[in-house]
């Protein structure tokens, strides 16, 4: 059994943590962290877990926080888990960052997105978390940068297709629709109820932090300067991400050869699921608390352009889900394990 902590355990994606590890067989959460509700117990915070988590959440304090667990989800803010990160690793403790500290190679590309590095030595040891990409090198890191949701439900569909030479490079255009809880649990403008509810609307366009990490991996699995335009847009409901890319395909390439890339590439990964043979194309409903990926494609025979479509629920896979899965891979578990949540039918 690992004993595990949670910095950062009353955002959304904390709080998703909480909700999936309290019922995962081979972990025990030992320590949570809150600035905002230190001295309060969890399920005060959130009653649906009342009867499940009774913990108290705590100050963070790294004198005394490292003793409490061997591996450490640090669910922050940008900029903080740098200043903590190379003090767990330092402890011998096994870290997954869900904010974007550690998810770039580069650190130019990081401070061009972000802020100053102050752990940029951390950089080259870190593993971009991205499960069905990269779990060998999971399997021997200490510290892992969670990706971010966009990034996973824009990745995933387009890096097999990229690396067979099946589409051009050059030509892809990616919008992405969110649901409200992307934003997070801070109080913003742009999140309040009469703001959201009944609006559909793009924004930060060609301008957002994900791109440069999209980008990077791109390049990174092609060899290849892969810059592709990527539209973020808020939907109105509380969970889920669908995402659509649009790319040309290469001279001759089919429906088959698509379908057979993408079964090859994905064959033996349980949350990978492919929906073309079942003719039908992903649904935000369908993945809803759920670690699955649903991606489906249709070939636009006019125009010789795939039309490629994933559907991620964006705390799950797009974030805690895809922590777990990557916690259960670093210590040699099953890497379903505690994740086989079976989808709600509505």
């Known amino acids: 059994m690992v004993r595990v902590g949670i910095v950062g355990a009353t955002g959304y994606a904390g709080a998703e943590l909480v909700r999936i590890l309290s019922g995962h067989p081979k972990a025990k959460i030992t320590v949570i962290t809150s600035r905002q ?31 409490k667990a061997d591996l450490f989800f640090l669910s922050l803010p940008h900029k903080i888990p740098m200043e903590i990160a190379p003090v767990l690793i330092n402890k011998g403790k096994k870290v997954i960052d869900l904010s974007a500290d550690f998810r770039f190679k580069s650190h130019k590309a990081y401070k061009d997105c972000y802020q100053e590095h102050t752990a940029k030595d951390l950089l080259k ?43 051009d490079g050059k030509t892809i255009i990616t919008d992405s629709k969110s649901g409200v809880s992307g934003a997070g649990r801070s109080l913003a403008l742009s999140s309040h109820f009469c703001e959201a509810n009944e ?14 990490e999209i980008n990077e991996i791109l390049s990174i699995e ?30 001759n390439v089919s429906d088959k050869d698509i379908n057979e890339c993408l079964k090859s590439f994905y064959s033996g990964r349980p949350f990978i699921r492919l929906l073309y043979d079942q003719n039908r194309l992903p649904d935000t409903m369908h993945v809803r608390g759920t670690n699955y990926c649903d991606i489906g494609f249709v070939i636009d025979k ?14 799950v896979k ?7 899965q ?10 379903t394990t505690g994740l086989m949540a079976v989808p709600y039918p509505l």
């Open 318 to 324: 797009g974030a805690s889900g895809q922590a777990v």
């Open 37 to 67: 509700y230190a001295g309060t117990r969890f399920d005060r915070v959130f009653p649906s877990m009342a009867g499940h988590v009774d913990l108290v959440c705590e100050e963070l304090s790294l004198e005394q926080l490292y003793k």
């Open 199 to 212: 609006s559909f609307k793009a924004y930060k366009v060609a301008v957002h932090r994900h791109n440069p």
């Open 302 to 315: 006019q125009t010789n352009r795939i039309i490629l479509i994933s559907a991620i629920d964006n705390l």
């Open 125 to 167: 040891k870190a593993v971009y978390g991205l499960c069905e990409i990269y779990s060998d090198k999971i399997k021997n890191s200490d510290l892992i940068g969670n990706p971010g949701c966009y990034p996973t439900s824009t990745l995933l569909p387009l890096i097999p297709l990229l690396k067979a030479g099946l589409i």
């Open 326 to 335: 990557n916690m259960n891979i670093m210590l040699g578990f099953d890497e």
């Open 222 to 251: 092609t060899g290849k300067n892969i810059k592709i335009t990527f539209v973020p847009h808020l939907v109105p409901m509380t969970r889920g991400m669908l995402t659509t890319s649009y790319a040309q395909l290469k001279k």
